[in-house]
């Protein structure tokens, strides 16, 4: 324990002037009942005997923990608090200007990420990654809201899908470096692929119609995802039924593919869900797997020591009202 105030525990010097003079006051006390006593005119044993010295005693307590106090002590305290990572992974291609989800696929899928983004815990750090042809990430892990929501409303939907890439691109938010996708040939994941590490309290939400365009081939990412412990979550935009967009003069058909999008659910241990609401990402956020950690914390405890001898010295004038009927 260290104290802000050091000086100020030179106060406790004053405590045994404060022995010796309830002491003296004590044996005064004393001879007067004696004398009185000899009179016949109170008992010769005393009231209270041993027991009026409690109250006296809590109260010299109460006056050396109220000197540490004013010293502002400062202890080391250890704070659990319970961290994890989500990124949110939008896509960004031309198809999520469909309006088969209202007011459009990416706008729908912003406006719920922002409410989610609101109503995250301060330890959690959230992402952002944007991906359409190829993946981009636009804000790196932070707890602070604000720049995640600066990168949410600056999404528009431009280019192909390429729903791999935007996995990848999450990955790399996670881990923190680039992530490098498993060779051609054979062999398992983990023997083709980048040592990841393991990151079980981190989550990807991937909002997407999941019509995939481009390479690479989302699942074996997937694959990936799942050996480093990073489970995703996609978020179906549009419907089955699809829309007819206007692209540089042609009509293109889109569809949500919810297929593709439940096997990547399914790879990585996610969930897949098939709408973009504020109730359907809090669902995300309740299946993380937060990491506690354990942060020691220089805190000052003088507020500790005041409320302990506040209490001392209540207890010691409780006790004496009820042997004696009063507080001294």
């Not at 008992?43 to 109250?55: K, N």
């Not at 050396?64 to 291609?93: I, K, Y």
């Not at 050996?227 to 419907?239: C, Q, Y």
Request: aromatic share 6%; no cysteine; proline share 6%.
């Amino acid at each position: 324990m260290t104290f802000s105030w050091p000086w100020m525990l030179l106060t406790l010097l004053l405590l045994p002037l404060l022995v010796l003079r309830y002491r003296a006051l004590a044996g005064r006390r004393a001879r007067r009942r004696a004398d009185l006593a000899a009179l016949g005119l109170v008992a010769p044993d005393g009231a209270g005997g041993r027991r009026r010295h409690v109250a006296p005693v809590l109260g010299l307590v109460a006056l050396g923990v109220l000197a540490v106090a004013l010293a502002r002590p400062q202890a080391t305290v250890v704070e659990a608090r319970r961290e994890g990572t989500v990124v949110l992974a939008f896509d960004v291609s031309a198809s999520m200007a469909a309006t088969d989800v209202k007011p459009d696929r990416l706008s729908a899928a912003k406006a719920a990420a922002a409410a989610f983004v609101r109503r995250q815990p301060s330890t959690i750090r959230l992402a952002v990654v944007a991906f359409g042809a190829s993946g981009l990430i636009t804000q790196t892990p932070t707890t602070d809201r604000a720049p995640v929501l600066a990168a949410i409303d600056r999404l528009t939907p431009q280019g192909g899908t390429a729903v791999g890439t935007g996995i990848q691109s999450s990955l790399a938010a996670i881990v923190g470096r680039a992530v490098k996708l498993p060779a051609d040939g054979g062999g398992s994941v983990e023997e083709q692929g980048q040592d990841l590490g393991f990151h079980g309290s981190a989550a990807v939400v991937l909002l997407s119609d999941g019509e995939n365009t481009s390479e690479p081939d989302p699942l074996p990412v997937a694959e990936l995802a799942a050996s480093a412990g990073v489970r995703v979550f996609p978020v179906g935009l549009g419907s089955p039924g699809g829309a007819v967009l206007q692209i540089d003069g042609y009509q293109v058909a889109t569809h949500l593919d919810e297929a593709l999008l439940r096997q990547i659910a399914t790879t990585t241990d996610g969930q897949y869900f098939a709408a973009p609401d504020e109730q359907t990402l809090a669902r995300v956020y309740s299946s993380l797997n937060p990491t506690w950690t354990f942060e020691p914390k220089r805190t000052e405890v003088t507020a500790l020591f005041a409320a302990a001898a506040g209490l001392l010295l209540l207890v010691g004038a409780a006790l004496s009202f009820s042997w004696f009927g009063r507080v001294i």
